[in-house]
């Protein structure tokens, strides 16, 4: 059962285009998997917490080799780039505040140490799971859409909890949780203009490849009215 998404994953991805990328991914991933278990080490109650950390790197490492929008669920052509940015700060700066958590600001934690951490791991897991799913179904719908923020949501609660962070908790229920809806709302409303596209493809590479294909098309146009 494990084996025939991953097969399909790996047969979607041309690998002879991809080896720079697979080389700095298998970098970042040995790098930081030496760096993070330094970094945890003086510190007593972290093995869970090196172990989550990891987990949320090996999986940002795949993420960017199969070339996924990370907070966009890639089913609209166009998204603005400025709630892309803001999400982006959001979900470094919680990742920071983490770290925070277990080395500069111990009293920020929530305790419970490991069970808390250990709940933050399958919350992951879990979110990981479903987004994997999401790019191998097919047949994309709003629903389907809908279930891809989802996923969001419990890679937020999950920040919270694999670090043990009180802080981060309410930082991402009070700003996480209204960016993911606003986006959530943005593509509802806007999911009709290219829901003929979306319907025509059986996979998510080949709608990305269909949508890259409506850009390279365009390009020559933008730059003829141009001159």
Known sequence: MICCPLS????????RRNWKRL?????????????FFNFFQPFDDSFFVYVYTMLLVFWLC???FQKHLFFQSGLLLNYHWTIRAVF?????????????????????KIGLYPFINIIGIFVLGISIILRQKFYLQGNYTLESAKKFYLTLYL???????????????GYIIV????????????????????????????TYHDLQRKYLE??????????????
């Open 8 to 15: 399909r994953c790996l047969q979607s991805i041309d690998m």
């Open 155 to 169: 890679l937020l609660i999950s920040l919270a909890l694999g670090y043990g962070s009180l802080f981060l908790l």
């Open 88 to 108: 982006a700060l959001l979900f470094y700066s919680s990742f920071i505040i983490g770290l925070s958590t277990t080395i500069w600001w111990q009293s920020n």
């Open 62 to 64: 795949v993420e960017y």
């Open 175 to 202: 700003l996480g949780f209204p960016l993911i809806l606003a986006q959530t709302i943005y593509e509802k409303r806007n999911f009709h203009h290219y829901e003929s596209i979306i319907i025509s493809v059986k």
């Open 214 to 227: 409506i850009v390279q098309k365009h390009a020559p146009e933008k730059k003829r009215g141009k001159k």
């Open 23 to 35: 080389l700095w991914v298998i970098f970042i991933a040995c790098y930081t998997s030496l760096f």
